[in-house]
């Protein structure tokens, strides 16, 4: 995935779905596809269990805000460690979900998010799923101000359009293609920020996610929810932008596959 020319940087994204159980596949992912920078969500481990050893030996530096058996999120890099910027998300002090962590590193702004699932709606935990989207989009605000090269990256969980499903109709009433959580999606591209992957595959038929159930991987039923959204300074380096899909069908994968933008240095 990495050039190997220096010409480039390669930021990825990878839901894991828990960095314990998924360690041989984060490992024989990042070692087959060499991404400059990798923000994972979902590694369900508390600080003190996370890995940073076995990254470490094959030439990641990390840092990472971990919770007890849920969400949690870390950014990695390839010969150099992240600067850490901010970890949570203005608005709500009693809010302890671990889902939102922000780096400086190879002179780009990178912020890595697990955005709630909303699921079920209506209720309390859709209405936290809109509030952290307020949130998320005042500080996306800020760093756009800031007027820096960066990208806000991870599972947003929101199916942005209907082309980005295999079929609108199966999840209708799910909280990730609600009108609300739509709307709040598109106001962060309304407010100047560049979704990568949806500006190289406007037509949608492109997959992050294959549920475990129903065949959803052999029948090829997946949905878009992890996105990259980029920054005019860095938008105007994008090169390239994609889905390493072949990771979702190796052995006990992850129901997500890896996610990532190729920007020019």
Not at 61 to 72: E, L, P, V
Not at 234 to 252: I, M, P, S, Y
Request: aromatic share 10%; glycine share 10%; net charge negative.
């Amino acid at each position: 995935m990495s050039d190997g020319t220096g010409g480039a940087i390669t930021i990825a994204s990878f839901n894991v779905n828990g960095i314990k159980a998924r360690l041989p596949r984060l490992i024989e992912w990042l070692d087959e596809t060499r991404p400059d920078v990798a923000c994972l969500q979902e590694i369900k481990t508390q600080d003190e269990g996370f890995p940073a050893a076995d990254l470490a030996a094959i030439g990641y530096q990390a840092i990472w805000h971990g919770q007890k058996g849920f969400n949690g999120v870390a950014i990695l890099a390839r010969g150099e460690t992240p600067v850490e910027v901010q970890r949570g998300l203005a608005g709500e002090p009693e809010d302890e979900q671990a889902r939102y962590l922000e780096a400086c590193v190879f002179g780009i702004r990178v912020a890595g998010i697990y955005l709630p699932n909303g699921n079920p709606q209506p209720g309390p935990k859709f209405d936290y799923k809109l509030r952290w989207m307020e949130r998320l989009a005042a500080r996306m605000a800020t760093i756009y101000a800031d007027e820096v090269p960066a990208v806000v990256i991870g599972d947003y969980n929101v199916i942005p359009d209907d082309h980005d499903i295999w079929d609108p109709r199966a999840m209708a009433d799910d909280a990730l293609m609600q009108p609300q959580s739509r709307a709040a999606y598109r106001r962060l591209l309304g407010a100047g920020w560049t979704d990568a992957l949806g500006l190289h595959n406007p037509r949608g038929g492109v997959w992050t996610y294959w549920d475990y159930q129903a065949g959803a991987w052999q029948r090829d039923h997946g949905f878009r929810i992890d996105h990259a959204l980029l920054s005019p300074e860095l938008a105007d380096r994008l090169q390239a932008a994609g889905v390493d899909k072949t990771f979702r069908g190796r052995e006990k994968a992850s129901d997500h596959a890896p996610v990532w933008v190729r920007v020019a240095r």
